[in-house]
């Protein structure tokens, strides 16, 4: 299960990331997602677990979770809508 993790302090890591959701199960990836041109942290990211009970605990008991000073929202990601690359302009 793809998981969605924002209101993300902007020092948290991968590392950092994936160690919080260990906790709960195995985790294949954790990314914290950063701006392209600065490299500065996008205050949310999304981590890969394989068991979905896992996952879903691992949502369950994280979601409202303070990390350095934010409470994380955490929940299932939604997939992408169709025909949306991952590069690129996007408008909003």
Do not use: W
Not at 15 to 40: C, H, N, P
Not at 60 to 87: I, T, W, Y
Request: charge should be positive.
């Amino acid at each position: 299960m793809n998981i969605y993790v924002g209101n993300l302090a902007y020092k948290v890591s991968d590392q950092e990331l994936k160690k919080a959701f260990e906790e709960y199960g195995d985790v294949l990836s954790a990314k914290v997602i950063t701006d392209r041109e600065t490299g500065r942290s996008k205050g949310f990211g999304f981590v890969e677990m394989n068991n979905d009970n896992e996952a879903q605990n691992a949502i369950d008991e994280l979601d409202g979770l303070e990390m350095h000073g934010r409470a994380l929202r955490v929940n299932k990601a939604k997939p992408k809508p169709a025909g949306k690359s991952s590069g690129g302009r996007r408008n909003y």
